[in-house]
């Protein structure tokens, strides 16, 4: 079982920064893939980022450059800079502790509520 709880989310202007913080009940060397999800009001959940143990990292198109992901510890970070309105939405954060791909997680946080205003 790994437990995570999400942190960081609020209200921000266009352009604005925003990090959030995911902790796991689990060190993070022990969770092979992390991700970070996002959910609009009306659209199906989509993937933002990723990384492995090993280093590598994933972005959706519409974040490349904006968002990074990063981990420590028993945290996964996700720095968002340059927020734009169609970033807002509820950010949820997933463990994969024995994945190999990108987009399949056991494990979900409960999510925390990004708003970007325009």
């Known amino acids: 079982q790994v437990q995570l709880v999400e942190s960081g989310g609020g209200l921000v202007q266009a352009g604005g920064s925003l990090r959030l913080s995911c902790e796991t009940s689990?060190?993070?060397?022990?969770?092979?893939?992390m991700g970070w999800y996002r959910q609009a009001p009306g659209k199906q959940r989509e993937f933002v980022a990723a990384?492995?143990?090993?280093?590598t990292t994933n972005y959706a198109d519409s974040v490349k450059g904006r968002f990074t992901i990063s981990r420590d510890r028993n945290t996964v970070y996700l720095q968002m800079t340059s927020l734009k309105p169609e970033d807002t939405g509820v950010y949820y954060c997933?463990?994969?502790?024995?994945?190999?791909?990108?987009?399949?997680?056991?494990?979900w946080g409960q999510g925390t509520q990004v708003t970007v205003s325009s």
């Open positions: 997933a463990a994969a502790p024995s994945g190999t791909t990108w987009y399949e997680y056991n494990y």
């Open positions: 990384c492995k143990t090993g280093g």
């Open positions: 689990r060190k993070i060397f022990s969770i092979n893939v």
